[in-house]
């Protein structure tokens, strides 16, 4: 066994470890346990860190790839398959590597910072524990090296996700966020579990590797509609993990949990799982399939983003922003422009953690306030928080020197790129909502921060509720002085707290991705990270595009400029030396798509991806100056609507009311699946039940009311009928029996008598015979 | 002295015969229960001497064993007999057979 | 062996018979131990037990040892019938891996059902010997391999079964007892007019008679060509099937057979609806894959369809029912259909992958329900209702009954991680695989998400948020501000004590373990599966023809 695998097995385990621990002993240790949690995490960062090292940046190998697996089931010799297990297993590849050290790094610094946050809470310890599991599933997902492994620790971070949603389950609207959660992600993964079992049908396998490797051998045997719905299927399971459209509804919702909850689960790791997944299976997605993760990437982009302007509760502002930022990541693979969408998971989640850490710290501040409204000028009181908040809003607003400048703008240009290989028209809707989102993201971002850390604090501006959802959050925190709330109570947080925020925001500036701040490609994750070749054919140079020829043409000539993934994939499908393009190739799958370049000659499908890639190339420079303008217009309009008043927002929300009141209430989609699938599911539910009850058991009980009847007519015809004969019978004997019962005497003599009169009758019968 | 002397097979048969019809007369004709009981027992002795003759004369002894067995029986048959007579007594403070007849109802 | 393991409860029964009335004691503790003894024989036999014999149908040569284990083969009833031949009745115990997986599940319920069985106060004397009697006749159903043998210890069951509802139940338990009753009856009296014609079909390669051995009827070769029920028969046989198909599914239950189910659950006191669901159910199932399945494969073959879709309905209609119920003990009991509906999708896939799923499915169902009835059982000792709007907020005053019941919940409604996943995962990657299935799966896939909403739902009720203003209990505040909570006259431990502990945790244990590494069991019913679908498969019908 490697030692990276050994390694990434104590990794996998030990948050499990905590968990365990803390879930049985909490109230048993001191200060709850708080410390194994924080301490197992800080273990598990290292040696991630040290995977992640030795990985990236020691190997710096693009085609990096290490895997272990062992029999988990084994089915025995199955009839017309043949000798079948089921197998588990670890890959560790530089996704992989990127990928356990930027979960662990942000999951330990959310424990760090939940000492803090959560202290006094009565269920403290067993909030720890929880964390655990969270971390152990999450790194289950990213180090599986199966579709079934992955299915698992997808549910498991479900689980997780339902209880951390509902930590305060006294509150009804937790209670029902975290039901809405889970049950929202169950729709998502029966459909990844469909697209699961498509493949399985086709090939007993679950392991990524052997899947590919059938398919790159053209061994799928239902057609290319089959294998279009498995890759949306399987996108299905993201698009209920990740919130995209049209199962978006329940990230915003989650947010009843605690912030660090929200921070880790709600926007940098969990909800990221999704674009991750759709990462991993990325090489078996059709065209037509990437066109409608595309799409649906778009929608959700913009989607989210118009609802994010006007939502006042800050942690509902991140979380449509979030929702809008995954939409991107979606987009960005929809595409093609997978290590862009890759890179802007890892940039997104740091400075997205940065964010929600911050806003726990204002919530924490304010004594659990959470409206904008009420918030103002914390600018003074909360350096810390205030410097690190706005670095963390730029990188999402996407400002050049930023990280979210580098990787937003990877993906824009790979729209642009996208929608000029696919010979724009309709395509080009997608880079404009990307654009057009990126506008507003800046736009609501400088909202918010004008709002919480600029002007005079709007605390006392409150209308006293009792209700408000902000109170009784946690029962011991003293707010006695709530509503009072003068903002000189408001102190920048401790260094437990303060900490996290601080190393999340160094995460967020350009130069830890790339010395150019302007290119992320020339910076080590794209290098790392690169497209893999397809291994199902792509019906661009079949279907007729009109660039297809061109596309392919401009993709042998400028093999420099795209990555050596393609330009590998497709020299194979031309040169003879496989095994050696293999060794060199980005991933194991290059050279399964290799040896299906080869046995189906031009039939392999890379000419698409080269041209995706070549014109998303070209749009660098176009891209960057699109989404800068963009940008500076999204932020010069939140100043002039909310610095210098120049547009007055209440006015224009009451002159474009029903535009606004449509983003308020989120377009209507809760009420919407309010309205239809929940009260028809119980619709449904009660007339089946009456169904059940009435018709069904009617039935059973109406056949036991006619065997009765039926009981009772047999019962007439036995008791005149057949007991008629019996009495009749009885009556014929009784009457003989009354004559022959006179010979009956009952003395003995008589019978001698009788007995002697025949044995005498007898004798004198004889004799007569004997004398005639 | 012949007659004496010589002693036949029809000897014992007319004697046994005798008997016979003593017993018969006595249980067709008495009311008593205890005379009727009487008149079996000369009947079973009847069955007796009759055994016993065709045994002296046809050589075996399977008569013999018979007449035991007779003896045998008889005795526990006129145990039986009288208890149930007894018994009768006790119930119906009569032994007269004609006047026992409430099982013919 | 299995004579023994059979035959224990029955002689703890006889025990009890002389154990005076008044003595509850030790009463209870005798069918304890008879239960654990029960329970060590088992764990023995799968010791034994050699998963590399696949059973099903005989060794090469038609003996069936080399293929079953543990065999017990006696004559037991020789009748001459003159014209009609002659009626060889054999004692004929033996096991596989289909009957193995159950006699273990039966022993592990058994000791459960013992334990809950505790606070019964009501002749307590008449229960446990009916209540060893069930478990000697679920027993002898699970390692019978005569067919005679099988009907006597099916129909066994039912009287034990009748009382103990009867007897022992809720307010309308005679309406419940003589439902169920009447159910079983009417589908087994056809049974055995299935197993006469089957007698007089079969002829037992070794001794050259007619036979009721399970063994000889497994294989198709031992069949008159002429006979009532031989291969060229063909509407006998179809017609065989279904009624044989119909006695089984009344057990399962299926629908449109299961209204006895929610009834009798609701009526049964808390260790019968363990019994219950635990391992009676598992008999219609064991049936079909004993007897229904293998002796007509043919017709097997031709109803998969049918056999799916009654699947289907089971699971998706099952759900929606649960989702309407009031009662926690009847949505519970829907939710049983809904799951056995698996079982039956899985049969319908009739490969190994289904197969597996299915008879794993069998096994976990038995110890997930268990412990959803014996939860429902736990409040409704405390509160003397099972109204879901009755509680709320729980989680907070029992922490520890909720931290189970979320498991529990959890694995019903198929969490990966516990085992009911593996089973319900595995159901669905064979009744996918085959293609008769395909359709009936992707829409089977729904009950997933209706299995989540009715329990997450329930657990929401009951558990989170706070005290609802009609709860069946009394919220008090301490002088520290501590809320507690008192139900009216209970007078144990709020939260689960420690007889409930010593039921629930080892269930608890087996759930998550077989959810993590299900080898233990799946290593000893592959073999049996993969001939079982080798039997079953059209190949081998075609070689008959």
């Known amino acids: ?772 | 002295m012949e007659l004496l002397t010589n002693i036949g097979l029809n000897h014992y048969l007319t004697i046994s015969a005798l008997l016979f019809g003593f017993g018969l007369f006595a249980v067709m004709t008495r009311r008593n229960a205890i005379v009727i009981l009487m008149g079996v027992e000369l009947i079973l002795n009847a069955a007796n001497i009759n055994f016993l003759a065709f045994s002296k004369y046809s050589g075996g002894m399977e008569g013999v064993m018979f007449s035991l067995f007779i003896i045998v029986l008889a005795a526990a048959e006129a145990a039986i007999a009288l208890a149930i007579v007894i018994n009768i007594y006790k119930i119906f403070r009569s032994v007269d057979v004609s006047s026992i007849d409430t099982m013919k109802e | 062996m299995l004579s023994l393991i059979v035959f224990l409860p029955i002689l703890a029964g006889l025990v009890i018979l002389a154990v005076p009335s008044s003595q509850k004691q030790i009463i209870r503790i005798v069918s304890l131990l008879a239960a654990i003894a029960q329970g060590v024989l088992a764990v023995l036999i799968w010791r034994g037990y050699d998963a590399s014999m696949p059973g099903i149908i005989a060794a090469e040569g038609g003996a069936p040892e080399g293929s079953f284990q543990f065999i017990e083969r006696l004559p037991w009833i020789n009748l001459d019938l003159g014209g009609f031949g002659s009626l060889n009745i054999e004692y004929f115990l033996g096991v596989d891996g289909l009957s193995i997986t159950m006699v273990i599940l039966t022993a592990l319920i058994s000791i459960i059902g013992v334990l809950s069985s505790w606070p019964i106060q009501k002749q307590v004397k008449g229960y446990f010997i009916l209540y060893n009697l069930l478990a000697t006749a679920m027993m002898g159903c699970f390692v019978a391999l005569d067919f005679f043998l099988f009907y006597v210890f099916w129909e066994l069951m039912l009287l034990p079964m009748y009382f103990l509802i009867g007897i022992w139940g809720g307010p309308n338990r005679e309406y419940a007892a003589i439902k169920f009753f009447l159910y079983t009856l009417f589908g087994s009296v056809f049974m055995l007019l299935v197993m006469i014609g089957l007698y007089f079909s079969v002829i037992d390669p070794l001794t050259g008679n007619h036979t009721f051995s399970l063994v000889a009827m497994a294989s198709q070769e031992n069949y008159i060509k002429d006979a009532i029920l031989g291969p060229e028969s063909m509407m006998w046989r179809y017609a065989a099937f279904i009624v044989l198909f119909v006695g089984f599914a009344i057990k399962v239950p299926m629908f449109p057979f299961h209204t006895w189910l929610p009834d009798a659950h609701v009526e049964a006191p808390t260790p019968i609806s363990v019994i219950l669901a635990g391992v009676l159910l598992k008999l219609g199932t064991y049936g079909m894959m004993r007897i229904n399945f293998p002796l007509f494969p043919e017709v097997f073959q031709a109803s998969l369809y049918a056999i799916g879709v009654l699947g289907a309905i089971n699971i998706i209609y099952g759900a929606f029912c649960a989702l309407a119920q009031q009662d926690l003990k009847k949505m519970v009991a829907y939710s049983s259909i809904s799951h056995m509906g698996y079982v039956l999708l899985g049969l319908a896939a009739a490969n190994s992958e289904g197969m597996v799923g299915a008879l794993y499915q069998m096994f976990n169902h038995g110890t997930i329900t268990s412990m959803l009835f014996l939860l429902v059982g736990v409040i409704y000792d405390r509160a003397h209702t099972r109204q879901i709007d009755k509680f709320g907020g729980l989680a907070s005053y029992m922490p520890v009954y909720a931290a189970v019941v979320t498991i529990a919940w959890f694995a019903s409604l198929g969490l990966p991680g516990l085992s009911g996943f593996i089973s319900e995962a595995f159901v669905f990657v064979g009744a996918f695989s085959s293609e008769t299935t395909r359709n009936i799966a992707i829409v089977s896939v729904l009950g997933i998400v209706f299995g989540a909403a009715y329990l997450l739902w329930s657990l929401q009720r009951m558990f989170l948020g706070k005290r609802k203003a009609d709860a069946a209990y009394d919220l008090e505040v301490d002088a520290d501000g501590h809320e507690h909570i008192h139900f009216h006259d209970w007078k144990g431990k709020l939260d689960l004590d420690a007889r409930e502990l010593v039921m629930l945790v080892p269930l608890a244990v087996i759930v998550i373990f077989l959810g993590i590494y299900p080898m233990p069991v799946l290593g000893m019913l592959t073999s049996s599966i993969n001939k079982l679908v080798e039997v079953l498969s059209p190949v081998v019908m075609t070689a008959l023809n």
């Open chain 1, 1 to 772: 066994m490697h030692s990276l695998i050994q390694l990434s097995i104590a990794v996998l385990l030990l948050p499990l470890l905590s968990f365990v621990i803390l879930i049985f002993f909490n109230k048993r240790l001191p200060r709850r346990g708080d410390f194994v949690g924080v301490g197992i995490l800080g273990t598990t960062f290292a040696l991630s860190f040290y995977i992640f090292w030795s990985v990236v940046v020691q190997a710096y190998d693009p085609a990096f790839r290490v895997a272990w697996d062992f029999t988990w089931i084994d089915f025995g010799n199955v009839p017309g398959v043949g000798p079948l297990e089921i197998r588990m297993g670890i890959v560790i590849d530089n996704l992989t590597a990127i990928m356990l050290a930027m979960v662990t790094l942000i999951s330990f610094l959310v424990h760090l910072y939940s000492t803090g946050y959560m202290s006094g809470d009565p269920r403290y310890g067993r909030f720890f524990a929880f964390l655990g599991i969270f971390t152990f599933s999450m790194l289950g997902i990213v180090l599986a090296d199966n579709l079934f492994a992955i299915y698992i620790f997808w549910e498991l971070v479900g689980l997780s996700s339902y209880l951390l949603i509902g930590f305060y389950f006294e509150k009804d609207s937790a209670a029902d966020a975290q039901k809405k959660a889970f049950l929202a992600n169950r729709v998502g993964d029966i459909g990844m579990w469909l697209g699961i079992l498509i493949l399985y049908s086709q090939f007993h396998t679950f392991s990524y590797q052997e899947i590919f490797a059938n398919l790159a051998a053209g061994k799928f045997g239902l057609g290319e509609a089959w294998l279009t719905a498995a890759g949306i299927l399987l996108f299905m399971g993201c698009v209920g993990k990740s919130a995209q459209f049209p199962l978006h509804v329940w990230l915003p919702d989650a947010m009843e949990g605690p912030t660090p909850v929200s921070a880790l689960i709600h926007a940098a790791t969990m909800v990221a799982a999704g674009v991750y997944f759709v990462a991993r299976i990325f090489v078996l997605l059709t065209a037509d399939a990437l066109h409608v993760i595309a799409f649906i990437g778009a929608v959700t982009a913009f989607m989210a983003a118009t609802i994010a302007i006007t939502q006042h509760d800050i942690k509902r502002v991140l979380a449509y922003s979030t929702v809008s930022q995954l939409g991107y990541m979606v987009l960005g693979l929809g595409v093609g422009a997978y290590s862009a969408a890759l890179f802007h998971l890892v940039t997104h989640a740091f400075f997205k953690a940065c964010l929600f850490l911050g806003s726990g710290a204002i919530i924490h501040a304010m004594h659990h306030e959470q409206d904008m409204r009420w918030m103002g000028g914390l600018r003074k009181p909360m350096p810390w928080t205030f410097a690190t908040f706005t670095l963390a809003t730029l990188a999402l607003a996407g400002l050049p020197l930023t990280s979210g400048f580098m990787s937003k703008d990877a993906i824009l240009a790979g729209a642009i790129g996208f929608a000029a290989a696919e010979g724009g028209g309709i395509y080009w809707i997608i880079p404009f909502l990307g654009f057009f989102s990126a506008m507003l993201t800046a736009f609501y971002m400088g909202r918010q921060i004008w709002l919480v850390f600029f002007g005079e604090s709007r605390t006392h501006l409150k209308p006293a509720d009792p209700h408000h959802h902000g109170h009784d959050a946690h029962g011991s925190h003293g707010h006695d002085d709530h509503h009072a709330g003068e903002s000189h109570g408001v102190h920048e947080v401790a260094w437990n707290m303060r900490a996290p925020l601080v190393i999340l925001a160094a995460l967020s500036v350009f130069a830890v991705y790339s010395p150019d701040p302007l290119d992320g490609a020339k910076g080590w994750f794209l290098k790392m990270v690169q497209t893999p070749a397809t291994v199902v054919g792509s019906p661009g140079n079949t279907a007729g595009h009109e660039s297809s020829p061109l596309a392919l043409h401009e993709g042998r000539l400028l093999a420099e400029a795209v990555p050596p993934a393609q330009h590998k994939a497709e020299s194979d499908a031309h040169s003879e030396g496989v095994a050696s393009e293999a060794a060199s190739g980005v991933h194991a799958e290059a050279a399964g798509a290799a040896a299906h370049g080869e046995a189906h000659g031009h039939e392999f499908s890379d000419p698409r991806q080269a041209a995706i890639a070549h014109e998303a190339h070209a749009a660098h420079w176009p891209a960057i100056m699109i989404s800068s303008v963009m940008v500076v217009l999204g932020i010069s309009l939140a100043f002039v609507v909310y610095v210098f008043r120049i547009i007055d927002p209440e006015k224009t929300a009451r002159s474009i009311r029903p535009l606004y009141l449509y983003s308020f209430n989120k377009w209507y989609w809760d009420e919407i699946y309010d309205a239809t699938f929940i009260k028809g599911s119980v619709l449904i539910s009660k007339i089946l039940s009456w169904f059940d009850a009435n018709i069904v058991d009617g039935i059973v009980n109406g056949v036991g009311a006619m065997t009765r009847r039926v009981g009772f007519a047999t019962g007439g015809f036995d008791k005149y009928v057949v007991d008629g004969a019996v009495n009749f019978t009885a009556f014929l004997v009784n009457t003989s029996g009354g004559v022959l019962r006179k010979l009956q005497t009952g003395k003995v003599q008589t019978y001698v008598v009788l007995l002697l009169l025949a044995v005498i009758g007898y004798f004198i019968y004889y004799f007569t015979q004997l004398i005639y």
